[in-house]
């Protein structure tokens, strides 16, 4: 079970986000999500299914009271949703990601990944680049997630699905590369990229459903390994 964490401020379209991908729904009608919303998702890949539990956290204002830290517990992964239109919501993203950062962690202490979601870029997409405000542009966007530890930033559309499917994909794999780095880290391995490109993995590139695949094939081998070694006894 990989446990997701969907958080942002209010009306920034957390729970359009989660029907798109979970559903490929959309409703234009906005539904308050009250405390919290839980949807699951499977995803099979090769012979395994992974099994996304998200967890779509209610948008109060983050610096009020924050995000209760039992939500929070297990938790592998985040997508931090904004709104385009407001460069308010995109800069709260920052106490959302610390709050987040305060309360879970890796089992190597490092902060869990998560992803700058952008939302409802269906508003802007006719504009040129060039043209945008300064907040909507995507080079603005990367910079900004560069500077607060974001892994990246994606501009969506939950009424459109543009890029739903690749920011939880994006974010799966990334789940990926943190746990095996966090697992490298305590076999001795040292975590480094190139321990880990060393043994296959795709760090650079490649974002989508076949990185996600070799990822958890790696993983998964790694695995049933690991059960051969513990079957075959000290006498084998």
Known sequence: MIKILIIGQSYVGKTSIVNRFVQNKFDPNYKATVACDFSMKILKIEETELRLQLWDLVGQDARVGGINKLFCRGALGALVVADISSRESIEATIEWKDQVDQHVALKNGQPI????????????????????????????????????????????????????????????????????????????????????????????????????????ALDHQQTKRDKKKKKGGCCK
């Open 113 to 216: 990944p998560m992803i700058l979601v952008v939302n409802k870029f269906d508003l802007v997409e006719s504009i040129d680049e060039d043209q945008l405000e300064e907040h909507m542009r995507q080079d603005f966007l990367d910079e900004f997630a560069e500077q607060n530890n974001f892994v990246s930033a994606l501009r969506v559309s939950a009424k459109t699905s543009l890029n739903i499917n690749q920011c939880f994909s994006q974010l799966v794999r990334q789940i990926f590369v943190r746990e095996i780095q966090a697992s490298s880290i305590g076999a001795g391995l040292g975590g480094q990229p190139e321990s880990l490109y060393s043994q296959g993995f795709p760090l650079g590139g490649g974002q989508g459903a076949g990185s996600v695949k070799q990822s958890f």
